[in-house]
């Protein structure tokens, strides 16, 4: 003889199953993070440390980390490095955050005026 489960029963496994999917899914989201870009002008470049500070047009201060993979382009295109960018250039970056820290991916700056 085949027993059949309650509506309760099945009910509460349906439940379960969506709640158990919707977790997995939230994981794999937080790791295909989509990235931000912002833009600004260039306010610190450490090199040593290898970070900066790009102020927004609001104002706003970002501390963004960089290193050896982040891409950096100057707006007239020509291959640079982190070296180029000058204080007040105007940039638009490209960042992941992850552990409450910012990592530059992508890096478009146009050198301040009157800089190089």
């Known amino acids: 003889m085949v027993r059949m489960a ?3 029963v099945a009910g509460s496994l349906g439940a379960l199953l969506v709640l158990s999917t919707g977790f997995a899914a939230n994981a794999q989201e937080e790791k295909k993070k989509k990235s931000e870009k912002v833009s600004g002008d260039v306010g610190l ?14 104002g ?30 105007s940039a638009t970056v490209e960042y992941q955050t992850k552990d409450d820290k910012n990592t530059a991916t992508v890096i478009e700056y146009r050198a301040a005026k009157g800089g190089e």
């Open 60 to 89: 706003k201060l970002i501390t963004l980390d960089f290193g050896a993979k982040t891409k950096v382009t100057q707006i007239t295109p020509t291959e640079t490095k982190m070296e180029d960018i000058g204080l007040g250039s």
């Open 45 to 58: 470049l450490d090199l040593e440390k290898n970070y900066m500070i790009l102020v927004t047009k609001e």
């Open 6 to 8: 309650s509506p309760l």
